[in-house]
């Protein structure tokens, strides 16, 4: 549950209270950035409410201290491969986070009542993972497409695509956690039958492949998830 913790405090740092302007601030004025600072220090004040244990002290600097420099060298060395220097960011974090929780040993505290069941962080992780950070990742990975794509004014509304994934990756999720993989089938089809009509009256191939990378991204993220979060509540 450590590494539980520490992950939901990573998600939700990185991924639900860094808006986009603290990340251009950051690569634009890099070490003298004072939202740098203050991105880390929100992490490390996470790691602090999540454990609720002043035990946690310790942890809660060794992330912060490991965020940073993790920060920087994205922020130096990532500005002309920010695609591949964001999965790197990522991974380092990752694997920071596992480090420490292997090295942490103490006795895992937290709130009361539902907030001491393994299985609300567990979901809350997941929930929070396919909301936030699996957006984030897709718009990163897509990006080389969708800047070939050509701009133009489809009467979307606005972050309807973002939000449409977000409700069907949590759908997805919980289809998964109730063993109803009879309705992931279902809400596969039922986007499939919606898409069709886009794609069948687009003439550009280029979207056509765009919307389908995106479609299958976004159910793999979260059909992965809801197995990894499946697994983990089975052997807890």
């Not at 991924?15 to 603290?22: A, T």
């Not at 991974?91 to 920071?96: A, D, K, N, W």
């Not at 793999?220 to 809801?226: E, H, R």
């Amino acid at each position: 549950m450590i590494m539980i913790k520490l992950f939901l405090a990573h998600l939700i740092g990185d991924f639900v209270l860094q808006p986009s302007s603290w990340v251009e601030e950051k690569k634009a004025k890099k070490i003298k950035s004072g939202k740098l600072y203050l991105h880390i220090l929100i992490h490390g004040v996470l790691v602090l409410v999540l454990f609720w244990n002043l035990g946690a002290i310790g942890l809660a600097l060794a992330v912060l201290i490991l965020h940073y420099l993790i920060d920087l060298l994205k922020i130096y060395r990532g500005v002309n491969h920010p695609i591949r220097w964001f999965i790197i960011d990522q991974g380092l974090h990752l694997f920071s986070l596992g480090f420490l929780a292997a090295l942490w040993v103490y006795p895992d505290t937290s709130w009361v009542g539902l907030f001491q069941g393994s299985n609300f962080w567990i979901v809350t992780t997941g929930i929070v993972f396919l909301s936030f950070g699996v957006s984030i990742i897709m718009a990163q990975l897509m990006q080389p497409w969708s800047k070939s794509l050509e701009k133009g004014d489809d009467h979307s509304l606005t972050n309807a695509g973002r939000y449409i994934g977000i409700l069907e990756r949590l759908l997805v999720l919980i289809f998964i956690l109730v063993g109803q993989w009879e309705g992931v089938g279902f809400l596969i089809a039922t986007k499939s039958v919606f898409r069709f009509g886009d794609l069948k009256e687009s003439q550009d191939r280029k979207l056509t492949e765009y919307i389908l990378i995106g479609t299958f991204l976004s159910f793999g993220f979260a059909i992965v998830t809801g197995i990894i979060c499946d697994f983990l509540i089975q052997i807890k």
